[in-house]
């Protein structure tokens, strides 16, 4: 999964967990850039608040734009 390409898109989220988040990415970090040595990204939330996912923990992931 190349989630560079979401970047500074409006998205849904189903983690592997099958829980739902949608939200604006406002940070990519490439692998070598997380101690965790994934890549990952960070949405601003419909809550307000801003949630990390790592590649392994997405199930699905759209672009609410171009739906």
Request: glycine content about 4%; cysteine-free; aromatic content about 14%.
């Amino acid at each position: 999964m190349k989630l560079k390409q979401f970047y500074n898109k409006k998205v849904n989220i189903v983690t592997k967990e099958e829980i739902a988040f949608s939200g604006v990415v406002t940070e990519y970090f490439y692998p070598d850039e997380n101690e965790s040595g994934k890549e990952s990204i960070v949405i601003d939330s419909s809550s307000g608040n801003p949630v990390e996912f790592y590649e392994e923990d997405i199930k699905i992931i759209y672009n609410q734009d171009i739906i």
